[in-house]
């Protein structure tokens, strides 16, 4: 009857769930109880209550009934459960570590929301400015290439005339737009400044509009022989590569004389281009997405695409200090030479340096020395070009190539 009674005890043992394991003080409805408990709660992956301490079979054994079910919310609490489960807590101490309140969710979604916001527009920036930058320096390369192509590009009309018969034979151009149809090119009308002020552009463009010293250029200055100032109008085209160029020409443009004196630089310009590198889209910003591209000298032309800081450097620094504060800005920074200097004049506008009067009251230091007593300097409102003492204290704008 002993043996009898065994044997029944222990099968009645092997009918429980293996995974539980029974305190030695709780009666085997107690455990049973505990037992259901357990699995009912754990099953649902929501556990209330359980005082069963977890052992590697019990979890074994649920784990694989969690990803049995599949379901996203099972197999997350699996894992948690099981991260938990080798320290010897209850499910119950386990479940408090593991579940999520719905305010707990959503305030991290509400911090990630926030530092999403903060930290993408940066982002966003950093990777347009490097597009932009690499897009402009791809433009200059091939108008670097071209123009030379072409041997003189004097003699031509006007603006369109230089586009459809000159430029188009050494560039790949896509469409041609003449004064009265230049935003049929892309051309916004609305351009900001590299300071952010708006400047409006009004169809067709002329040359006035852009630098009103170009056109009321007298000939009678020095350098100014065989130069004949026009209020030309402005062509626009498309290239290849999606960029739309505003293109004004000047025909009486005349070649580098080599001066050793004060002289303008209005008569060495042939040719200006403001170019937008992604069209009508913004942000349409000097610096950014948009530039100045100028080609100066019949023969033998430079072709410039300075790349202009943002603000003046110093107001007030001799040459050789002038040469150390670009360096000291940035890697890239460097005085402009005096043919980037004449483009930055054409294009003041566009930089917001507008149009003062009076003297040459604004000048600018260029890179281009003469000796070991005078290098050149240029004022930004009349364009004349002058020879100063090295330790003259001007104006210092540093640009980038």
């Known amino acids: 009857m002993q043996g009898g009674g065994g044997s029944r005890s222990t099968g009645k043992s092997r009918a429980l769930d293996p995974n539980v394991i029974l305190n030695n003080e709780r009666t085997e409805a107690q455990s049973e109880n505990v037992k259901q408990n357990c699995h009912a709660e754990l099953d649902s992956a929501s556990i209330q209550h359980c005082v069963l301490s977890v052992t590697l079979a019990r979890f074994r054994n649920r784990l694989a009934r969690l990803a049995k079910n599949g379901t996203?919310?099972?197999v997350v609490f699996a894992l948690c459960l099981r991260s938990l489960a080798q320290f010897g807590m209850t499910l119950k101490e386990m479940?408090?570590?593991?579940?999520?309140?719905?305010?707990?969710?959503?305030?991290?979604?509400?911090?990630?929301?926030?530092?999403?916001?903060?930290?993408?527009?940066?982002?966003?920036?950093?990777?347009?400015?490097?597009?932009w930058n690499t897009q402009r320096k791809t433009l200059f390369a091939r108008f670097s290439q071209a123009i030379p192509l072409m041997g003189s590009i004097s003699g031509y009309a006007n603006a369109e005339t230089f586009v459809v018969s000159g430029l188009s034979k050494v560039l790949k151009i896509n469409n041609i737009c003449d004064s009265d149809h230049i935003q049929?090119?892309?051309?916004?009308?609305?351009?900001?400044?590299?300071?952010?002020?708006n400047f409006s552009?009004?169809?067709?463009?002329?040359?006035?509009?852009?630098?009103?010293?170009?056109?009321?250029?007298?000939?009678?200055?020095?350098?100014?022989?065989?130069?004949?100032?026009?209020?030309?109008?402005?062509?626009a085209f498309e290239?290849?590569?999606?960029?739309?160029?505003?293109?004004?020409?000047?025909?009486?443009?005349?070649s580098e004389m080599q001066e050793t004196a004060a002289h303008y630089v209005m008569p060495k310009i042939c040719a200006n281009?403001?170019?937008?590198?992604?069209?009508?889209?913004?942000?349409?910003?000097v610096g950014k997405d948009i530039g100045m591209?100028?080609?100066?000298?019949?023969?033998?032309?430079?072709?410039?695409?300075?790349?202009?800081?943002?603000?003046?450097?110093?107001?007030?620094?001799?040459?050789?200090?002038?040469?150390?504060?670009?360096?000291?800005?940035?890697s890239e920074y460097r005085l402009p030479t005096r043919d980037e200097m004449a483009s930055l004049f054409v294009n003041k506008k566009l930089l917001g340096i507008l149009d003062a009067g009076g003297a040459d009251s604004s000048l600018y230091w260029t890179?281009?020395?003469?000796?070991?007593?005078?290098?050149?300097?240029?004022s930004m409102i009349s364009g004349r070009r002058t020879p100063y003492d090295r330790t003259t204290e001007l104006s210092v704008r540093c640009v980038k190539r």
């Open 293 to 330: 591209l100028t080609v100066l000298y019949p023969v033998d032309s430079s072709v410039v695409s300075p790349y202009p800081n943002i603000n003046d450097a110093d107001n007030s620094a001799d040459i050789t200090d002038a040469l150390k504060i670009c360096k000291s800005q940035d």
């Open 367 to 378: 890179s281009s020395i003469i000796s070991t007593q005078k290098a050149w300097a240029q």
């Open 72 to 74: 996203a919310k099972s």
């Open 95 to 131: 479940t408090l570590v593991c579940a999520f309140t719905m305010a707990e969710i959503l305030l991290s979604l509400t911090i990630i929301g926030v530092v999403a916001a903060i930290t993408l527009p940066s982002l966003t920036g950093n990777i347009n400015e490097r597009t």
């Open 184 to 197: 049929d090119c892309g051309i916004t009308s609305n351009i900001n400044t590299l300071k952010g002020v």
């Open 201 to 235: 552009l009004s169809v067709p463009f002329k040359l006035s509009e852009l630098n009103s010293e170009m056109v009321s250029y007298s000939t009678s200055v020095t350098g100014g022989s065989n130069f004949s100032a026009v209020d030309s109008e402005a062509a």
């Open 273 to 285: 281009m403001i170019f937008d590198l992604n069209g009508l889209k913004g942000p349409n910003t």
């Open 239 to 254: 290239t290849q590569n999606g960029e739309s160029i505003l293109l004004h020409y000047m025909p009486g443009c005349v």
